[in-house]
C-alpha cells in the first residue's frame, strides 16, 4: 500500500472576499450546504429544481422555458452555450475589449468554430452602431459580447443590441457571469438570446454552477442543427430532458449547489431585483467616493463603469503586490490583482452579492489608507 | 419587471440514500460545507488543493502527478479524459457491457473519436484474455472499461488488463465512479493509465467534483498530440497549470467543494483504504446474507459481485415502483430502479461510503421484509 500521512483539520483563516470572484457567500447559503441530501430524482428534489429555475427565470428577467444551472463553473456556462449555439465551421463573431472576450474565441476554436474577434482597448465598450458595423462586415449566426467584463470593469451597453443582431440574421450571446443579480439585465426585454453566469458573484453562492438561458429564437436554432453539439456533457437539450417533465438521467445534479443556488436566489427575491441593483450601485459610488479622497482613480470612466468589479489604478511607486498582501495578511481582505495587459497596472475590487455591503467598503478604504496614505 | 412568488425555505425530508448515488454525505462534510470560502489564489488555498491531491493519490494508490477533480460530476470526468487521451479520428475501444459501457461510445462519437464497442451481456465481466484478444482483433489507442457498473452492479476484473493493453500499444482507461474508496482499486500496482471518478459514491461527499489521474505513459500521449483537446474545460494540461506550481487561472474552483472532497478523503485516510474496502465487503455480505432470508436474489453471480452496488432482482408479481415509493415514504430510504434493460427487472441497491454501515442494512432489510412478506 501506498502511504499517507495525517493532514490536518480544515481551519481556514477568516476572508473578507473583495476580489473579482468567489464572493463572500451568504450565511443562509452557507447553511443550506450543510444540508443532507436527496436523491437526483426523488420528487422533493424535483420540486427543488423547478423552483430554481424559476428563481433563474425571475433573476435572468425572462420566460426562457430553456433556463436552468450547468453542472460547472462560468466557464462551462460560456462552452455550453458555444457548442450548443454553434457547429463546427458555423462562425461567431466576438466584440471583445478584455480577457473574458478572447476567452469566447479561444474556447470556441476548440470547437472548430470559425471565429471573427474584433477589439476595443481594454476597458472600454461598443456603441450599438459599431456592432451594427461589424456584423455588416462580418456576418455570422452569433455575436457575442461580454455584459461586465471582469477583467476591465467595464460595463457594455445592451439595449438595442438584440435588435441589431436580429436584423442581421444573427443571435445575441451574453457573458454575465459579473452582471447577473448585480446591475441591471433582462434579457426579454433586451431581446437577448443567450446568456451564462456564474453563481460565485453576485448570487451569493460558493462556485460551481453556471445558470444559462436560451429563447425560443435560439433554441429553435439548436434544433435546427444537423448534428449533435461537441461536448456530451454540456448538450442543453439532454440537460433539458432532466430539467423538464421527463426527468431522464444525464449526470448526477449536485443537490448541495442547487441548495446553495436556490437558496442565493431567494436573498435575491426577497430583496427585489431592483433593490439589489440599488445596493449594488450604492456600495459602488460609495466607494469611488472614497478612493478619491485617497487620490486614487478608477481606469474605466464613469459612464461605461462597473458597479460589481472596480478596477483602480495602481499609483506610481506603489508595489501593488505588496498591498495585496497586507490588504490579506493584515486585514483579512482579499482584493485582485490585474489580468494580462493590466497586470501590475490596477487593483480589481469586487463588491458582489454578499460583499457589496458598506461596513465592507468602509473597512477596505480604512485598510487602503492605512496601508498607503501612512505608509512612511 | 417579471414578478415572481415566495418560494419556501428549504426544508428536505430526512433520507436515507441507498441508491446508486448519491450517497448518504458524512456529517463532517456537510459541516466542511458551511465554511466560509477562501479565494482560488489565496495561499491557504492553494495549499488545502496541494493536500487534496496527495489525498487523492493515497485513494487511486498511485504516484500520477496529474491526479486532481475535475470541476464537473462523474460524467465530466469521463469526457474529460475522453477528449484528452484521443484525438478526433483516433480509435478507442470499450469492452461494455451495461449503461456506462455505451454511455462511453457515446460520449467519444460527439468528439470524432472512432469507437468499436464490443458487447457482453449486462451483469457479465470481461476474462483478460478477452480483452487481449479483442486488441488484437480492433487494434485502438485506447481501451476503455467499467470498474464497477453501477448499472448492473458487475465489478470487472482490472489486474492484468493494464499489462495487455502496452503490450498492444494501447492506453487502459478506467471508469472508477462507483469503484474508487469501495472496493480495491491500485492504478500504479495494475498498471492503469487513465482513471475517472466521482465524488458521491463511496466518498462520502456531494456530487460536483470528479477525481481523475493519468499516468506518465498517457500524459506522454497528451503531450503527443498536433491538436488541443476538443473542449476547453476539459484539458487537463490546462488544469494542470492551476494545479500545479504555475497556479495559471483557468477557471473559478469551487473552494466549497474542495472543502468537501478534502474532508471525505481525509476520512478514507483516517480509516485507512484497506478498513474501508473491508467495510463495504462486510456490508454487502451482511447485505445479501439477509436478502436470502427474505427468498430475494441479487442479480450478479457472486464472483463477481460488487460490494458498492447490488442489483437484487423484482421477484415475480412485484410492483417494483410501489416498493421503492414506501421505502421512500414510509421508511425515508432511496433505493434505485434498473436502467435500460433491466428496468422493472432489479433494484439497485448502494452501500457506498458514510451509507455502508450495517445498521442501514439492517433497516433496509427489515423495512423490505415488512414491505415484501408481510404485505398481505
Not at 500521512?5 to 464572493?23: F, M, N
Not at 463572500?24 to 443532507?36: E, G
Not at 430524482?41 to 425571475?58: H, S, V
Not at 460609495?286 to 481606469?299: H, I, K, N, R
Request: hydrophobic share 45%.
Amino acid at each position: 500500500m501506498l502511504p499517507i500521512d495525517p493532514i490536518a483539520e480544515l481551519a481556514p483563516s477568516p476572508r473578507l472576499l473583495l476580489g473579482p470572484g468567489p464572493s463572500s457567500v451568504h450565511p443562509r447559503v452557507l447553511r443550506a450546504m450543510s444540508t443532507p441530501l436527496l436523491g437526483y430524482l426523488d420528487p422533493e428534489f424535483l420540486r427543488l429544481l423547478d423552483e430554481t429555475q424559476e428563481l433563474l427565470r425571475y433573476t435572468f428577467q425572462t420566460t426562457n422555458a430553456l433556463t436552468l444551472p450547468v453542472s460547472g463553473t462560468g466557464m462551462a456556462g460560456m462552452e455550453a452555450l458555444l457548442v450548443n449555439l454553434l457547429a463546427p465551421s458555423e462562425r461567431l463573431l466576438v466584440c471583445a475589449a478584455g480577457f473574458f472576450g478572447n476567452r469566447l474565441e479561444e474556447v470556441a476554436h476548440r470547437h472548430g468554430i470559425e471565429v471573427t474577434r474584433i477589439d476595443k482597448p481594454w476597458g472600454e465598450v461598443y456603441a450599438p452602431e459599431e456592432v451594427d458595423t461589424a456584423l455588416r462586415a462580418h456576418p455570422a449566426k452569433v455575436v457575442a459580447l461580454v455584459h461586465a467584463e471582469t477583467s476591465t470593469g467595464a460595463l457594455q451597453p445592451l439595449e438595442g443590441l438584440g435588435e441589431i443582431a436580429h436584423r442581421h440574421g444573427a443571435l445575441l450571446l451574453v457573458d454575465a457571469v459579473t452582471s447577473l443579480g448585480g446591475l441591471p439585465l433582462r434579457l426579454d426585454a433586451w431581446d437577448i438570446d443567450a446568456a451564462y453566469a456564474g453563481t460565485q458573484k453576485c448570487l451569493g453562492c460558493p462556485p460551481g454552477l453556471a445558470p444559462v438561458s436560451v429563447s425560443p429564437r435560439a433554441r429553435e436554432a439548436i434544433g435546427a442543427r444537423t448534428q449533435p453539439p461537441s461536448a456530451w456533457y454540456f448538450d442543453l437539450e439532454l440537460l433539458a430532458r432532466y430539467w423538464g417533465p421527463d426527468r431522464a438521467y444525464h449526470h448526477t445534479v449536485s443537490a448541495t449547489l442547487v441548495y446553495a443556488l436556490r437558496e442565493g436566489l431567494r436573498l435575491v427575491a426577497e430583496e427585489g431585483l431592483e433593490a439589489l441593483w440599488a445596493r449594488h450601485a450604492a456600495n459602488a459610488e460609495y466607494f469611488c467616493a472614497g478612493l478619491a479622497e485617497l487620490d486614487l482613480v478608477p481606469f474605466v470612466a464613469p459612464a461605461h463603469r462597473l458597479p460589481t468589479l472596480i478596477t483602480v489604478r495602481v499609483p506610481h511607486g506603489v508595489d501593488e503586490a505588496q498591498v495585496r498582501t497586507r490588504l490579506r495578511t493584515e486585514y483579512g481582505i482579499e482584493i485582485g490583482a490585474g489580468l494580462g495587459p493590466l497586470k501590475g497596472q490596477v487593483w480589481r475590487v469586487g463588491l458582489m452579492g454578499h460583499s457589496s455591503r458598506r461596513e465592507n467598503v468602509t473597512l477596505l478604504l480604512g485598510a487602503l489608507k492605512e496601508i498607503l496614505v501612512r505608509r512612511d
